[in-house]
Each structure stands twice: as C-alpha cells, then as structure tokens.
C-alpha cells in the first residue's frame, strides 16, 4: 500500500517527498535549522518551493552549508560571486538579504541565547510557532519585517 501523502506533494519529485515524509511536520527549532528554513523561503519569494527544494543542495554548497556566522562575514565579492554560482537562485537582492538576515539572526541569539527563545519571547508566539500545522511561514514574516526595520 502507498504511503499517503498531502496533495501538494509532487510524488514524482524524489526531494519533494524526501521532504514531505521526513521534514514536513516536524518541529524542528535547532537555531541551524531555523536558519537554512528562513534563507530557503526568502529565496522562494515568487517561486514554488519545489524549486528551492530542488535547488537546496545547491544552497548548501554555496552557502557554507547555511552557517549564518560565515553568511554574516560574506564580502561584497563573496556576494557577487555567489550571484554567477550555478544551481542557486541568483537574485542579488535575495543573496544580499541572506547576508544582512544572518547578522540580524546572530543578534537574536546573542541577545536571547537561540532564535527558538526569541521565538517564544515574541508577543507573536502563537502565529510564529503553531503546532498544529509546524509551519515557518509565520516565523518567517515575523522575522523578515522585524529585519525591514533595522534597514
């Protein structure tokens, strides 16, 4: 009998599935993984996240394996290398939005101890973290329109 998945699962897309089953769901609030979500779903924005999923090994690569302390020293020239990087999406603004992300995201921790407890710390808890649906849209607009306001 074939396993059941959710309808938006690409059954053909043997990463969208990997994802589906072993991702997708799972609370995970490792400061590491929370990272590679937040910069994955930037690079998203106007694209499906079958995509960026298809494309995340690439990111991986590119993006010292999402260290937000390495991302946050890129260099000018670091980032316009990563725009001329196959596999990834090249959009400056997104490239450069990863690197001003991972300063603000080492803030949060040095100022709270995790991106987890700035999350539970947040009046926005509830949208930010619900275990209902373990979804990170909602942390992840939290996130980015806290980050708009420090530009």
Same mark, same amino acid.
């Given at each position: 009998?074939?396993?059941?998945?959710c #309808?938006?699962c690409?059954?053909k897309? !043997?990463k969208?599935v990997?994802?589906?089953?072993?991702?997708?769901? #799972? +609370?995970?609030?490792?400061?590491?993984?929370? $990272?590679?979500?937040?910069l +994955? !779903? =930037? $690079?998203? =924005?106007? +694209?499906?996240?079958e995509?960026v999923?298809?494309?995340?090994?690439a990111f991986?690569?590119?993006?010292d394996?999402?260290d $937000?302390v390495?991302? @946050?020293k890129?260099s @000018?020239?670091?980032i =316009?290398?990563l725009?001329?990087?196959?596999?990834? /999406?090249?959009h400056?603004?997104?490239?450069? =939005?990863a690197h #001003?992300?991972?300063?603000v995201? +080492?803030l949060?921790i040095?100022e709270?101890?995790s $991106?987890?407890k700035?999350?539970r710390? @947040? !009046?926005?808890?509830e949208?930010? /973290?619900?275990?209902? @649906?373990n979804?990170?849209?909602n942390a992840s607009k /939290?996130f980015?329109?806290?980050n708009s306001?420090?530009?």
């Open positions: 009998m074939a396993k059941k998945r #309808v938006w690409n059954e897309n !043997e969208y990997c994802y589906h089953d072993e991702e997708w769901g #799972v +609370l995970n609030l490792s400061d590491s993984y929370l $990272f590679e979500m937040l +994955l !779903e =930037a $690079f998203q =924005a106007g +694209l499906s996240w995509c999923l298809n494309k995340r090994e991986r690569k590119a993006f394996n999402f $937000f390495k991302i @946050s890129y @000018s020239e670091k =316009a290398k725009q001329k990087t196959d596999g990834i /999406i090249k400056r603004g997104k490239i450069e =939005a #001003v992300n991972a300063k995201f +080492l949060l040095e709270f101890g $991106f987890e700035y999350l710390n @947040s !009046e926005n808890l949208e930010a /973290i619900d275990n209902s @649906s979804s990170l849209s /939290i980015f329109s806290m306001t420090l530009s």
